[in-house]
């Protein structure tokens, strides 16, 4: 890898977020694998998040059975605690959609583009402009609502009219954690085929998918069966918990490579047929062109 870069430390030196909400959904639902459907995940993506967290914590918080799971007395506190925790992040997301957005500065992007990119780079904004607020209207549908100020896409932008530019041209790499890697050598594409695949079922039309990249390199042929989620984040997840291996945007995954969490299991890269854009909508405002050029400028 070129660079090594920290990860920032968690606020309040709490437990990861995906750790606590596997806890949550286990314990209300009273199992691992009922937790795993509501989630979209494998039981065994669930029981790793929870073990993680009792190792974190120094207790246990489940009595397992062999017909299921029983909270155990520290587990039963930490359900009401993050149960209320929850509710009062419910009541502010609800009050916050319901604040007038004049003075702030709307954003529609997709779930993996404002995790992996945009909320980074709107840190670095406020920085230098903390007195712009910007709010981001997050939806995997492809459609974002008439009133948003920007939006950022993934296609032909030449197919939009008015104010639109191009954030990055992105290429595609395969992608798993350093141990399955080292546990599943790969020589070539051939070899990679044989090997559980983590799909990534998006509703955003265009989002190049396994069988494409394989035929971007020449592979026609059948391909294991494979998991499969409609969450980027959660792919991303589950290639870290060894699972298999994940198609990597390596504009968008820069981090988890630069860190090693995730690593190349090819040198292969497959370019990207369309960009990533933002666009100015008409009845956006002085403030809200002052963040687009910002995120033109510094892309």
Request: net charge negative.
């Amino acid at each position: 890898m070129e660079s090594e870069a920290t990860l920032p430390k968690r606020p309040y030196d709490l437990p990861p977020m995906r750790a606590l909400v596997s806890f949550e959904a286990a314990a209300r639902n009273e199992g691992f694998k009922a937790a795993a459907r509501e989630l979209n995940v494998t039981p065994a993506a669930i029981s790793h998040q929870v073990r993680a967290l009792e190792a974190e914590l120094q207790t246990p918080l489940f009595l397992r059975h062999h017909r299921g799971v029983e909270l155990t007395e520290t587990g039963a506190y930490l359900l009401v605690a993050l149960q209320r925790g929850f509710e009062t992040m419910s009541d502010a997301v609800d009050q916050l959609k319901s604040r007038p957005t004049r003075a702030s500065v709307t954003i529609g992007v997709t779930t993996a583009v404002s995790s992996l990119w945009l909320t980074p780079k709107l840190a670095q904004f406020w920085k230098a402009h903390g007195d712009i607020s910007v709010a981001q209207i997050v939806s995997d549908t492809g459609k974002h609502p008439a009133e948003c100020d920007l939006s950022i896409h993934y296609g032909n932008m030449a197919r939009e009219s008015g104010t639109c530019a191009i954030l990055f041209h992105d290429r595609i790499m395969a992608l798993a954690s350093p141990s399955f890697a080292h546990a599943h050598p790969v020589a070539g594409v051939e070899d990679l085929t044989k090997l559980p695949l983590i799909h990534f079922d998006s509703a955003v039309t265009g989002w190049t998918d396994w069988p494409d990249w394989f035929r971007a390199l020449g592979h026609t042929g059948p391909l294991r069966n494979s998991h499969q989620v409609n969450n980027y984040l959660i792919a991303l997840q589950a290639a870290q918990d060894d699972m298999g291996a994940v198609l990597g945007w390596v504009g968008l995954t820069h981090a988890y490579l630069d860190s090693g969490v995730l690593v190349p299991l090819l040198a292969d890269r497959v370019e990207l047929p369309e960009d990533f854009y933002i666009k100015l909508h008409r009845h956006a405002s002085g403030r809200a062109r002052l963040v687009y050029d910002w995120l033109v400028a510094s892309s």
